[in-house]
């Protein structure tokens, strides 16, 4: 009767899955995002299959093409799960203080700097040898192992409760670096296969316009909601903090998004601003349900996209756990380097919360299979490396919080509004 | 570099045509729905063209088949509309309670069944002659005035406080009635398109089907929660209470769309499930968010999807301007009738309340046009037909209500915790 009764369906398996991973994860004293994770993997398109089939609706909508249908499906999935990662951004950037930030600065800098250094540097060195294989291969694969991915790592500090720690404000603030430099690698592997150049001009202006935009948002944005207040008393319209920032959420996210940074970059940016004004816990207070609402369509998303059935070829396998080692240990040493001068654990911390590559690396790995520099089962083996770099930060981060003998300021943030509202 | 920066940009400009709309027609004091329906237009494909287009990422994910993408955001825009009137639904059916729809449940019955007699039966008669072209069209049309869409009367009546009002109630049971009511005659005329003939077994199984599940989630299930409360403590996740009650909401949205149902009568008697709970109020005030950022989609884009061109053909316009004379007069008549013994005004309000068409028309009609059984400017006028029976609908409704003598209702309403929170 309706073309969207199969994606309705969908919508709802995918919330019950995420409930139910939850409930159990939580009785296990796991993690709940790793539920969430693994509930994707089991009821998607590779496994159980219960989410992903388009239903005759929608194949009559793209005229019997069963194909279109199912790319739409995986489009329509992709923009629900994007939002769900911008909601939680923008709440973590709610939670976040531009001065808290700044005080990190400079750490988080040279966090990003090296924890983009030596996976690429390292990963083209190792990496190249490891697949007896000509430069340009190795050059993406190390491009590839560049960027973190911060949504699982953030979700994780909430749920933990310590996203106000230092080595949680040095994360937030390297993430955003980081991506900085993995969209500037990007452009010049990009231009080398390509091309076979690279134009320094043009990836100045790609730095250019990105610098631009983070610096605009948090030093001017930030600078002008501290000083000036968000001054909405005018506006007629319903509850229009909370519309303005949504607004700044949705607009930021997307500008982000077409200058070549992540989404959730200009996500938790637009936090960042409205973290400075007076309304700030209230707009915490709206934002919780709709980040309870969607950010598990996210994970169950991303986890509904691994293909487990590559972990099943050997070769593909061994190649791919040691490229996920080699991912590991040079984001944990660069990092890691970074963060020297401060106790071993928060810089296991930091080093661990880095870890998780998503998006940015699988672009990277598509673009170099898409211009033939890459064959598949390298494809393949980022794809393997990125889902095992996300899987081990939760129960890892975890122990190094729960083992914590200096952590008093997890039961502090509880006491943020936040806090006292039904725990996250 | 990511195939949704133009989704998220279209999300961005339809949030804030709906923002800047909705301040305007405060300003204008007029119904803030109206803003963001004709903000829809405006920016629609049909005239600005400011969403819509899908963009070179999307593009190439159908590889390069611009009419499948367009498809793709077609049905991407469709389930997001269809999110946002859930929500809506959902939220008003949270504030409705079961006992006092019962108290109006015979009225209600009443004027749903001559709500949908009417329009039916003297469109049928009317509309014959008027076409002067064979029976099944004259059906087809009658069919198409039948089932009303009461997505925006509930939205102007949340605006004006006055959900609990007995007309409200009135129309929101009759909603559900006149649902069913017209799954059935889409059955009927189905049949006697497709195979010239009805089956009443079939018939009856598909109304069996309708009642049963409507009467089982009213009934049993809220009164199971009355009864025994929702009981939720033994859960570890978070936020237990307001986890379910979104699970109940996907899933019986999903289970009315599956059995022929509109996904929002299943919303709504989700929310008159919840409405039972001792954490209503609390269920109530972490929804708010969440309708604040979904239901302007579904204003916005259905107005998008509205072709004004049409209204530039004389001779469908003046045909559409019949037929919406029609329909309007034959749903307040039915409606009135059944009203009879009320006040004029309830009377005036709950006809009026009634009248907005929407989806189900135009499946009625798109359901004809593939048949062969009407053509398509009969098409266009049903499309016509249900655009100026929705926008005739706030401005009448709050005229109604505005006058209205005998309205403390309005200020008690204020007093639920809902409208302790930033007005909606």
């Known amino acids: 009767m309706n073309a969207s009764v199969g994606l309705l369906y969908d919508l709802f398996v995918i919330f019950l899955a995420a409930k139910i991973a939850a409930e159990v994860f939580e009785r296990l004293h796991q993690p709940p995002v790793i539920g969430e994770l693994l509930a994707g993997v089991l009821i998607g398109p ?15 909508l793209f ?6 249908a199912e790319e739409a499906i995986e489009a329509i999935y992709h923009l629900i799960a994007e939002l769900g990662v911008i909601v939680l951004l923008f709440f973590v950037g709610l939670e976040t203080r531009v001065a808290d930030m700044l005080r990190v600065g400079g750490r988080a800098a040279l966090v990003a700097v090296l924890g983009v250094v030596a996976p690429f540097v390292l990963g083209f060195a190792l990496v190249g040898p490891l697949l007896g ?40 603030g390297a993430a955003v670096i980081d991506d900085i430099l993995a969209m500037i690698i990007l452009a010049i592997v990009a231009g080398l296969a390509t091309t076979g150049s690279v134009s320094a001009l043009q990836i100045g202006l790609i730095a250019g316009q990105a610098v631009l935009f983070t610096g605009f948002v948090v030093l001017v944005g930030s600078g002008a909601v501290r000083r000036f207040g968000l001054h909405l008393d005018a506006l ?30 200009g996500a938790f940016l ?15 207070r709206q934002a919780l349900p709709i980040y309870q609402f969607l950010v598990p369509f996210f994970f169950v998303i991303t986890g509904s996209q691994v293909n487990w059935r590559l972990f099943l070829d050997g070769g593909i396998l061994g190649l791919a756990l040691a490229i996920t080692l080699v991912a590991l240990l040079t984001k944990l040493g660069g990092c890691g380097l970074g963060m020297l001068g401060y106790r071993w654990r928060s810089v296991a911390i930091v080093g661990v919360g880095m870890a998780p590559r998503g998006e940015v690396g699988l672009i990277v790995a598509s673009l170099g299979l898409s211009l033939g520099a890459i064959p598949s089962e390298v494809f393949g083996v980022v794809v393997i490396m990125s889902v095992l770099t996300t899987l081990v930060v939760p129960p890892v981060l975890r ?13 502090e943030d509880r006491t943020s509004p936040a806090g006292l509202l039904p725990e996250l």
Chains 1, 2 share one sequence.
């Not at 005229?63 to 279109?68: H, I, K, L, R, S």
């Not at 637009?270 to 915490?284: H, P, Q, T």
Request: without cysteine; proline residues 4%; negative net charge.
């Open 46 to 60: 590779y496994a159980l299959g219960l989410i992903g089939q388009p239903d005759a609706g929608l194949i009559a």
């Open 236 to 265: 007629r319209m319903d509850n229009a903090p909370f519309a303005v920032a949504l607004l700044a959420m949705l607009g930021l996210a997307a500008l982000a998004a077409s200058i070549g940074l992540a989404a959730i970059i």
């Open 399 to 411: 122990l190094l919080y729960a083992r914590d003998p200096a952590r008093p300021h997890a039961a």
């Open 270 to 284: 637009a936090g960042m601003v409205f973290a400075e004004a007076n309304e700030r816990y209230e707009l915490e």
């Open 63 to 68: 005229g019997g093409n069963v194909a279109a």
């Open 133 to 172: 294989h000509p430069q340009l291969e190795a050059i993406f694969v190390g491009a590839a192992l560049v960027a973190t991915s911060v949504g699982i790592t953030a979700r994780v500090l909430r749920d933990l409760g310590v996203i106000a720690s230092v080595e949680s404000r040095i994360i937030l």
